[in-house]
């Protein structure tokens, strides 16, 4: 199964990508593809669109697209569920201790990492950022 994760702007001005990235994998995630990226105000609205009536949708997609960010494709069994508990409550306050929230979110706003809510948000979120011809799962 897939998952979609982001290290969010927040994470990569503090420059602990390299340690978000390697609590992923020691947690058994394999990395199928990665980048660092900056996207547009218009970029991050479409991939929140779910989040479009929602109060906080201006604030979400400004800070989004408010400096580089590092989406990674992940592949494990479970991988929606174990994911985001590795990464904690959504909001840092309220996530478990050793979680990457915990140890590198500061606000809900700016909470360091995404993970896809579902199996099926988990593919289309892969697809928003990968070709399926880059993924590592389909080089031949
Ligand atoms: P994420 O997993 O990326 O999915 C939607 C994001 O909206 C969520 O993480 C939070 O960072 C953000 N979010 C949720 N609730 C609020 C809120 N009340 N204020 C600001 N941002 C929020």
Do not use: C, W
């Amino acid at each position: 199964m897939r998952t979609l994760a982001i290290i969010k702007p927040d994470a990569v001005r503090k420059n602990v990508v390299g340690k978000i990235v390697s609590q992923i994998t020691e947690s058994g995630f394999t990395v199928l593809g990665m980048k660092m990226i900056r996207i547009s105000r218009q970029q991050a609205e479409a991939f929140y669109a779910v989040h479009r009536e929602r109060p906080f949708f201006g604030e979400l997609t400004e800070f989004m697209s408010s400096g580089p960010i590092v989406p990674i494709a992940l592949e494990k069994d479970n991988a929606v569920t174990d994911f985001r508990g590795l990464i904690g409550a959504t909001n840092p306050a309220e996530a478990a201790e050793g979680t990457i929230r915990k140890l590198y979110a500061s606000s809900l706003g700016e909470n360091a990492v995404h993970g896809s809510d579902s199996e099926d948000n988990g593919r289309l979120e892969v697809a928003f950022f990968f070709a399926e011809a880059e993924l590592a799962d389909n080089l031949s």
